[in-house]
């Protein structure tokens, strides 16, 4: 069994803790601490579905399987990290820092673009798109942006997630939202919206 505690926790949601896993510093391990069993299944069945169809995890982080730990059930993922080995910040994180750094606004603007364009070739659908579930991972050659919650499809007959045309008619309209919702709540981040 997997022992959690504060030292293990590297961020938390409305329904789940998310720890490093304390026998692999390269996954982290999900927890429900408050009614979020529903969102898990859902989120693990279509992490399933996803690891059938064989996708390339560039904008994802891949999900191993459940373990026990002393808080219940813990879903395994990769924990995404920077070069340097830090924990990868979200990108709520640098949108509320951008006008600091605005050096980064191209470099997000463009990992968000190749996010875009990674979800519609391998038509990944999400639910609602985020800037607290998306992280930037900072590497050598640039920024990466990932979705690390929030996946899944929750529709009663889930035919985006099989047929491409619907597929991209979704993610486009999920995309529309997730600009509309950065103009409103990071105004900083305009010049972001108006790139992607």
Same mark, same amino acid.
């Given at each position: 069994m997997l022992e959690l505690s504060s030292t293990t926790l590297v961020g938390k949601g409305l329904h789940r803790e998310v720890h490093v896993h304390p026998d692999d510093e390269s996954k982290c391990v999900k927890v429900?601490?408050? $009614?979020? =069993? =529903? =969102?898990? $299944? $859902? =989120?693990?069945?279509y992490y399933r579905f996803l690891q059938q169809r064989n996708i390339d995890w560039l904008s994802l982080p891949r999900f191993y399987g459940n373990e026990d730990t002393n808080m219940g059930p813990g879903a395994v993922f990769d924990l995404i990290r920077d070069e340097d080995g830090q924990v990868s910040k979200t990108l709520e994180f640098y949108l509320d820092n951008l006008a600091s750094t605005p050096a980064l606004v191209e470099p997000i603007s463009q990992s968000l673009i190749r996010l875009k364009q990674d979800l519609l070739e391998q038509n990944i659908i999400t639910m609602t798109l985020k800037p607290k579930n998306m992280v930037l991972q900072q590497k050598n050659d640039g920024l990466r942006c990932l979705i690390i919650d929030n996946i899944g499809n929750?529709?009663?007959i889930p035919i985006s997630s099989y047929i491409r045309f619907f597929g991209k008619k979704k993610i486009e309209r999920k995309w529309e939202k997730f600009r509309v919702l950065l103009s409103k709540k990071h105004p900083d981040s305009s010049v972001i919206a108006k790139a992607i």
């Open positions: 429900v601490v408050l $009614r979020g =069993e =529903e =969102e898990t $299944r $859902r =989120e693990q069945a929750s529709d009663i």
